[in-house]
């Protein structure tokens, strides 16, 4: 079973900063796209932004110019760097991993992370 750790989620004021990141296990499949999830209260988890094994990123709309993703595929980890935080971006953060082999791709989750910004 496929493992993924998060950390680097608190409490920041608007305006503030802070870095996610994720680390996930070693495996026999190979690891293909990364990504980070976000969920507020009363709302449907919705993608933040993305990276695949290539490099190409995709953010949502609502945090272009503000977050940028990485990941260092060596380490087998993704990182979230979040920058001009609003209030509106108070939510747990999920890791997504994705894990392939010659069979197919599987999806895994973190534990989540909450980040919270507010005065």
């Known amino acids: 079973q496929e493992q993924l750790v998060e950390s680097g989620g608190g409490l920041v004021q608007p305006g503030g900063s802070l870095r996610l990141s994720c680390a996930a296990s070693?495996?026999?499949?190979?690891?293909?796209?990364m990504g980070w999830y976000r969920q507020a209260p009363g709302k449907e988890r919705e993608l933040v932004a993305a990276i695949t094994s290539g490099g190409n990123m995709d953010y949502a709309d609502s945090v272009k110019g503000r977050f940028t993703i990485s990941r260092d595929n060596a380490k087998n980890t993704v990182n979230l760097q979040m920058n001009s935080l609003k209030p509106e971006d108070t939510a747990v953060y999920y890791c997504?991993?994705?894990?392939?082999?010659?069979?197919?791709?599987?999806?895994?989750w973190g534990q989540g992370t909450q980040v919270t910004v507010s005065s």
């Open positions: 997504n991993v994705e894990y392939c082999s010659a069979y197919g791709c599987s999806y895994y």
């Open positions: 070693e495996s026999t499949f190979s690891i293909n796209g």
